[in-house]
């Protein structure tokens, strides 16, 4: 476990390593950004509350996850081919290098998450955090996310657009995710197979739910997709990491 928060931490250093601020920026960036979408929805465009819920709150407790996730799936499809000099020239356990690169991903939504539980207790004292609810689903996009890694990763040794082709579907997701737009019952109807076939769409309401007053309880139907899909996304990339882990080196 010392290694891998070691590594972890490397990995930020060197993904920054050649800007002043360094690993700073892994923090400020998104910062900056989370900032100014809240001053545009809230000075610009004046969105009206989501029930009780200030819209800032309830944009940043759904756009902090999929910070985390867009994150961990962008970098885990680089885990292998950025550190193509460690698997070609010495004798490295690649198995790690997803784990790393997700939790150098964490490290920085941890942060974020703290500010959000700060504003969150600031703007809603009154009400608790379901804090089972968010180990839950810090779990689940933990191994949602590891399976990505893996089987992308996997994939973007033999496929080498595939890391251009997941930042275009990155942005696809974002916007048929609802992390900037409210359900409602007609896009319920319109796009309804699209929204329960979107695991990172049961996420993102998932810290919601876990962080605002509202219904606690979990949806079941969405609970056994999103599950079967994460499974079968773990299993799928065990395989392939354990059938071409060998000829890495090779390919690289």
């Not at 000099?85 to 941890?110: E, T």
């Not at 609802?178 to 197979?193: A, K």
């Amino acid at each position: 476990m010392r290694l891998l928060i070691y590594m972890a931490w490397e990995d930020l250093r060197i993904r920054y390593s050649r800007s002043w601020l360094g690993a700073l920026w892994a923090f400020l960036s998104p910062l900056l950004t989370v900032l100014i979408l809240c001053y545009v929805f809230w000075a610009g465009y004046r969105n009206p509350p989501v029930g009780e819920i200030p819209f800032v709150l309830w944009f940043t407790a759904g756009y902090v996850p999929w910070l985390f996730i867009s994150d961990g799936i962008a970098g885990g499809t680089r885990c292998f081919t950025e550190y193509a000099v460690l698997i070609c020239k010495q004798r490295f356990p690649a198995q790690v290098l997803p784990k790393v690169r997700l939790l150098s991903s964490f490290i920085i939504h941890c942060f974020f998450l703290l500010i959000l539980l700060i504003v969150r207790y600031a703007l809603l004292p009154d009400t608790p955090v379901r804090f089972f609810h968010l180990l839950y689903f810090e779990t689940a996009v933990f191994l949602y996310l590891l399976g990505a890694g893996y089987l992308l990763g996997t994939l973007q040794i033999f496929l080498p657009d595939l890391s251009d082709m997941v930042g275009i579907l990155l942005q696809l997701l974002f916007w048929i995710t609802p992390v900037l737009w409210q359900e409602s019952g007609e896009m319920r109807e319109r796009i309804g197979w699209m929204l329960a076939g979107n695991p990172v769409r049961y996420l993102v309401q998932g810290f919601r739910m876990s962080l605002l007053p509202g219904d606690g309880r979990l949806p079941v139907r969405s609970t056994l997709l999103f599950w079967s899909f994460t499974g079968m996304q773990l299993l799928a990339g065990s395989f392939l990491f354990s059938r071409f882990s060998p000829s890495f080196a090779d390919e690289m």
